[in-house]
T-cell receptor, first 117, second 111 residues
């Protein structure tokens, strides 16, 4: 049981390049999330998904796109990278209990450190 | 939506002393309050959580208290050790939406 796996761990992009951050979970969690964490700051939600085929915007979605074709995978796509997207990106997943919300067992991946130059 | 305020932003304590971090939230419907510890360069990890039907929960040297009337919850660490040095985040949900995190508290335990 690997939990939440993110790849790559580190990446340097040039301005205007694109890339996809991969996230996979093997806990059969229905909810998945992408957060970014700027140096010395808290976690800001980019996008989230409540199940395969369903995604929704978070607090800071501009410049990013996501898809959720399977329960296990939730990739984050950066188009036209900008220096403002330099950050550490965390993927997370959680499970829901019918009628009691969907915030239990939040498990984070190890993060992707992205630098845009 | 939910708004979570966390205080203090930094906290230094002597080894063996206690540390207390407080969070307030805005959504009276929130029912789940986790605390995460993030060591330098690592992922946030859940250390303790509390649900709204209890007022206090303990796990060895760590405890969380909840005051639903005042809409605040606190993390208490007793007999602090150098390995407790990290950034601590509180969080709260708003209905079925994702967790909203506080801005974090950097705890330094001085040996």
């Amino acid at each position: 049981n690997a939990g939440v796996t993110q790849t790559p761990k580190f990446r340097i992009l040039k301005i205007g390049q694109s890339m996809t951050l991969q996230c996979t979970q093997d806990m059969n969690h229905n909810y998945m999330y992408w957060y970014r964490q700027d140096p010395g700051m808290g976690l800001k939600l980019i996008y989230y998904s409540v199940g395969a085929g369903i995604t929704d915007k978070g607090e800071v979605p501009n410049g990013y796109n996501v898809s959720r074709s399977t329960t296990e995978d939730f990739p984050l796509r950066l188009e036209l990278a900008a220096p403002s997207q330099t950050s550490v990106y965390f993927c997370a997943s959680s499970y829901s209990i019918r009628g009691r919300g969907a915030n239990y067992g939040y498990t984070f991946g190890s993060g992707t450190r992205l630098t845009v130059v | 939506g939910e708004n979570v305020e966390q205080h203090p932003s930094t906290l230094s304590v002597q080894e063996g002393d206690s540390a207390v971090i407080k969070c307030t939230y805005s959504d009276s419907a929130s029912n789940y309050f986790p605390w995460y510890k993030q060591e330098l360069g690592k992922r946030p990890q859940l250390i303790i959580d509390i649900r709204s039907n209890v007022g206090e929960k303990k796990d060895q040297r760590i405890a969380v208290t909840l005051n639903k009337t005042a809409k605040h919850f606190s993390l208490h660490i007793t007999e602090t050790q150098p390995e407790d040095s990290a950034v601590y985040f509180c969080a709260a949900p708003s209905g079925n939406t994702p967790l909203v995190f506080g801005k974090g508290t950097r705890l330094s335990v001085i040996a």
